[in-house]
């Protein structure tokens, strides 16, 4: 019955790639979910890893996504949820991607800001709108 709750039998083995291919091979890696990375340089800081740049730029896009996402559930607006892990894109497509999330932020910030002036622009009106009533019945008396 111990055996039951033992993982799966692991090999360690150390890969050595070419900076070009590092991406690639990551990301087949990554997706056939085999395979677990384990950190090399633990005493490193964050800001001193080869790759900083790239990683802060994924979670600035990862950031606006989950920005997105409540604006979605704000509305009411259902997300299809299909059930799987979309492959990670090309190094080149992450720039047109990242463009693509900066442009929906800022239309969504702009919409956002519309609409807290279109509600404040409504709420005085509708108080001007109530005082010249309440002055139109005062001055008919």
């Known amino acids: 019955m111990g055996s039951l709750f033992r993982s799966e039998e692991m090999t360690l083995a150390q890969l050595f790639l070419q900076s070009e291919a590092a991406y690639t091979c990551v990301s ?74 900066e442009k929906l932020e800022n239309e969504m910030k702009e919409v956002n800001t519309n609409q807290e002036a279109l509600k404040r622009n409504f709420l005085e009106l509708t108080e001007l709108k109530h005082i010249l009533r309440k002055t139109q019945n005062f001055f008919d008396e």
Do not use: H, S, W, Y
């Open 28 to 101: 087949e890696l990554g997706e056939l979910g085999l395979v677990q990375f384990r950190d090399l340089n633990p005493d490193v800081n964050a800001f001193q890893r080869k790759f900083v740049n790239e990683v802060r730029r994924c979670d600035e896009m990862e950031r606006k996504l989950r920005f997105l996402e409540k604006e979605i559930k704000k509305a009411n607006i259902t997300i299809l949820d299909t059930g799987e892990n979309p492959e990670a894109p090309p190094p080149r497509e992450m720039i047109d991607l990242e463009a693509t999330f």
